[in-house]
Nanobody
Framework: VQLVESGGGLVQAGGSLRLTCAAS????????MRWYRQAPGKQREMVAT???????NYADSVKGRFTISRDNAKNTIYLQMSSLKPEDTAVYYC???????????WGQGTQVTVSS
C-alpha cells in the first residue's frame, strides 16, 4: 500500500485548502482512514478519521471547520479545511489502518502553512 498526499500550500488565515490522499492497493475500501498533523516541536495529533462505513470523527480543534470524506471508487480521501488559522500550520499526514491494526501505512506528508 502506498499513500500519496497532495494539496498543501500557503494560505492566509480564514482561507481554505483541500488535501487529497490517494491510496494504492486492494484494501482501501475496508480500511479506516485518518488525517494527522504535526507542527514543529509538537507531537503528531489526529485531525480527522473516517471509517470503512463512512462514520467520521474530528479533533475538537477542527470541528466545524474541517470535513473528511472518502471516494472508494477512486481509493482517495479528502480533507476540506476552511476558516484556517495560523495554529493549523503543520505537516499533514494520511494514515491507513486495517485488519485490527496489522495494516498500518503512512503517507509522506504535505505542508500546510497558514499566515496571519
Amino acid at each position: 500500500v502506498q499513500l500519496v498526499e497532495s494539496g498543501g500550500g500557503l494560505v492566509q488565515a480564514g482561507g481554505s485548502l483541500r488535501l487529497t490522499c490517494a491510496a494504492s492497493g486492494m484494501i482501501f475500501s475496508i480500511s479506516d482512514m485518518r488525517w494527522y498533523r504535526q507542527a514543529p516541536g509538537k507531537q503528531r495529533e489526529m485531525v480527522a478519521t473516517i471509517s470503512s462505513d463512512g462514520s467520521t470523527n474530528y479533533a475538537d480543534s477542527v470541528k466545524g471547520r474541517f470535513t473528511i470524506s472518502r471516494d472508494n471508487a477512486k481509493n482517495t480521501i479528502y480533507l476540506q479545511m476552511s476558516s484556517l488559522k495560523p495554529e493549523d500550520t503543520a505537516v499533514y499526514y494520511c494514515n491507513l489502518l486495517a485488519f485490527g491494526g496489522a495494516a498500518n501505512y503512512w503517507g509522506q506528508g504535505t505542508q500546510v502553512t497558514v499566515s496571519s
